[in-house]
């Protein structure tokens, strides 16, 4: 299927493999937006007039289609951000601050997003939890054997993405989370590049909370979600304290809040970019979840083959089963293969994208990154490893 006629960015002489950063907006989402903004520009949950009340029902019916999208129980359970990063600082700071207590440990990966690492590094700082590791296999990628592995009794969150930015390993989120609620640890799933890949259902997957960002799945950016299950939300302290997460106040001792979710969306909400975002998913759905990823693994196999050809080329991830792919070029700095590959209006990622201390795992800080989603070309792929597969040019051009 051709989606250049969908996608204005592909129109242009470009060839983008930077999708674990963000993707392509469709013009739908634009259209979405830009109907909001010239004909009903109104605000949410506060006006007694028609172009409010069509706000309410756009924003609304939102989050019907994010609770369909990933299976959740009740439109309760979905709250809207600015993105997976104010998701995982909300699931941190207004759940697991008051919870957790000296001594309990949070399991993590040296693979995960800085966004999945720093709020549990302040609990450890803060509430004087300790974070523990769960070793990685010799493919990169996190089993149920070393997660059982890594439990001790003190073990109380499991905080995991679904599938990693650089490494791009599917985790076994549903058996690591059988095995977790068997021992009353809590599981946290970081989203972000799993539910814009593949279908994402929290109730089969029976995890506690999760967060995913809406400019990674053809939405807009400054726009995301916190999932929760209903009775653990409702433990979930506000952030955020102001206009339209309160019923009423008189003084200090009389401040009454709203149910869920209104009472975790203080403020003025980003209703073009919810209105995008239920743009997207109608996208999405049109695509089908189903069809991306067989797509996206047809792509990364394809990479794959053609880049194991190439001796110079040392791939940090071949096995893991999704669109990311991570490699070196031998010799050569990263960053300087990125800037090679722009000269020809090629975009990649290069650095340690945002996962500091898998460096530990992998050997090495910095690697270019490959990223793929269902727009992507077989003919694309092929343009790029033309380039690479000429390393006096790289080294000439970079000199």
């Not at 700082?125 to 054997?145: A, C, E, G, P, Q």
């Not at 090629?346 to 996962?355: K, S």
Request: charged share 25%.
């Amino acid at each position: 299927m051709d989606f250049k006629q969908d996608f204005p960015m592909l129109k242009k002489d470009l060839i983008y493999f930077d999708n674990g950063a963000t993707t392509f907006k469709p013009y739908s989402v634009i259209k979405a937006m830009d109907d909001y903004y010239e004909n009903y520009s109104a605000n949410a949950h506060r006006g007694d007039y028609n172009i409010s009340l069509k706000v309410d029902m756009a924003y609304e019916g939102v989050r019907d289609k994010v609770k369909d999208f990933i299976n959740a129980k009740k439109r309760e359970e979905i709250i809207f951000t600015s993105g997976a990063t104010e998701s995982l600082n909300m699931i941190a700071r207004g759940f697991f601050e008051k919870y957790l207590e000296a001594g309990d440990e949070v399991l993590i990966t040296n693979s995960e997003h800085a966004s999945n690492i720093l709020p549990w590094f302040r609990l450890a700082d803060t509430n004087k939890i300790k974070i523990n590791y769960i070793n990685l296999d010799d493919s990169l990628h996190v089993t149920v054997k070393n997660v059982l592995n890594s439990i001790t009794p003190n073990t109380k969150v499991i905080a995991l993405a679904g599938i990693t930015n650089v490494v791009g390993d599917v985790r076994p989120i549903k058996e690591i989370t059988k095995l977790a609620h068997e021992r009353n640890i809590f599981v946290v799933l970081d989203g972000a590049q799993t539910v814009p890949h593949s279908k994402t259902d929290v109730q089969d997957l029976d995890i506690d909370f999760m967060a995913f960002s809406g400019h990674k799945m053809c939405g807009p950016t400054g726009v995301g979600v916190l999932y929760g299950k209903e009775e653990l939300l409702e433990k979930l302290d506000p952030i955020n304290y102001g206009g339209g997460m309160n019923e009423s106040f008189d003084d200090e001792t009389k401040v009454y809040l709203k149910e869920l979710p209104q009472r975790l969306e203080a403020g003025t909400p980003n209703i073009a970019g919810v209105i995008g975002l239920g743009a997207a998913i109608d996208y999405l759905n049109k695509v089908g979840m189903d069809n991306i990823y067989l797509k996206e693994i047809e792509l990364k196999r394809y990479l794959i083959e053609k880049l194991s050809k190439i001796k110079h080329i040392d791939i940090i991830n071949p096995e893991a089963e999704s669109g990311v792919l991570a490699f070196n070029v031998d010799g050569i700095f990263s960053q300087d293969v990125a800037v090679f590959l722009d000269k020809y209006n090629i975009c990649v990622r290069a650095g340690n994208h945002c996962a500091k201390i898998l460096k530990k795992d992998i050997g090495v800080k910095n690697t270019v990154r490959v990223s793929l989603y269902f727009y992507n070309t077989k003919e694309e792929i092929d343009s790029l490893v033309e380039l690479l597969s000429d390393k006096d040019k790289i080294l000439k051009e970079m000199i």
